[in-house]
T-cell receptor
Framework: DAGITQSPRHKVTETGTPVTLRCHQT?????MYWYRQDPGHGLRLIHY???????DKGEVSDGYSVSRSKTEDFLLTLESATSSQTSVYFC????????????FGNGTRLTVT | RKEVEQDPGPFNVPEGATVAFNCTYS??????FFWYRQDCRKEPKLLMS???SGNEDGRFTAQLNRASQYISLLIRDSKLSDSATYLC???????????FGAGTILRVKS
C-alpha cells in the first residue's frame, strides 16, 4: 500500500541494546509516522515527520528517537531497548492534503528479552 | 477521558445483519476523520474517510456529528469477511497528528 516498506519485519533483541527500524516509501509523501500497537491500547503515535529533518513527538515518545534525512526514509531508534518496548511497530505515510488518509507499512514485530 | 473512544465490543452478529459502531472524540477542532479495518496481525487498511455530509461506499455508511463529537459506521448486510477490528482515526485539533481509537471487534457468524 502506497509503496511503504518496513525493515526488519521481525527482530528479537536484548535489553539495553540499540535498535533501529527503517521505513521506506516510494510515494513522495510529505508526512511519515511511527506508531506502536499493543493489546488494550490500540495504535499510539511515537513520532512523526512533516518534512526532511522536521519531526515532532507523539504521545509515547520517551525512549525513542527518529531521523529523516531524505523524503523517502524515516528511521526509528530505540537507544537502549527495554522489555516495555516489545510491540508491533507500524510506519505510515500521508500526503499534505488536509483530509488525506494514512497508508501503512506491514509492520515490524519487535521482541526485547 | 481518552482523546478518541470506541466501544471495544466484541459485536457478534449473524450474516446479513446491520451493525453500527460509534466513536467519540474530545477535540472540537478536529477536522479529519477516518474508519480503518484491521485484520489479525495485519496493518490497518483504510475503509473510508468521513465527510461532514456523511458518505456511503457500498454496504458501508459513515456519518459525522460535530455537535456531539462522534462519528459512526454502519455496515449493512454483514458478510463473514467483515469480521475484523474497526478503528476510528481523528486528527488532533487542526494538526497532522492522527490519533486512533482502541478499536471495535466485529465477528460475523454464519
Amino acid at each position: 500500500d502506497a509503496g511503504i516498506t518496513q525493515s526488519p519485519r521481525h527482530k528479537v533483541t536484548e535489553t539495553g541494546t540499540p535498535v533501529t527500524l527503517r521505513c521506506h516509501q516510494t510515494e513522495n509523501h510529505r508526512y511519515m509516522y511511527w506508531y506502536r500497537q499493543d493489546p488494550g491500547h490500540g495504535l499510539r503515535l511515537i513520532h512523526y515527520s512533516y518534512g526532511v529533518k522536521d519531526t515532532d513527538k507523539g504521545e509515547v515518545s520517551d525512549g525513542y528517537s527518529v531521523s529523516r534525512s531524505k523524503t523517502e526514509d524515516f528511521l526509528l531508534t530505540l537507544e537502549s531497548a527495554t522489555s516495555s518496548q516489545t510491540s508491533v511497530y507500524f510506519c505510515a505515510t500521508r500526503d499534505g492534503a488536509l483530509n488525506s488518509p494514512l497508508h501503512f507499512g506491514n509492520g515490524t514485530r519487535l521482541t526485547v528479552t | 477521558r481518552k482523546e478518541v473512544e470506541q466501544d471495544p465490543g466484541p459485536f457478534n452478529v449473524p450474516e446479513g445483519a446491520t451493525v453500527a459502531f460509534n466513536c467519540t472524540y474530545s477535540n472540537s477542532a478536529s477536522q479529519s476523520f477516518f474508519w480503518y479495518r484491521q485484520d489479525c496481525r495485519k496493518e490497518p487498511k483504510l475503509l473510508m474517510s468521513v465527510y461532514s455530509s456523511g458518505n456511503e461506499d457500498g454496504r458501508f455508511t459513515a456519518q459525522l456529528n460535530r455537535a456531539s463529537q462522534y462519528i459512526s459506521l454502519l455496515i449493512r448486510d454483514s458478510k463473514l469477511s467483515d469480521s475484523a477490528t474497526y478503528l476510528c482515526v481523528v486528527n488532533r485539533g487542526a494538526g497532522n497528528k492522527l490519533v486512533f481509537g482502541a478499536g471495535t471487534i466485529l465477528r460475523v457468524k454464519s
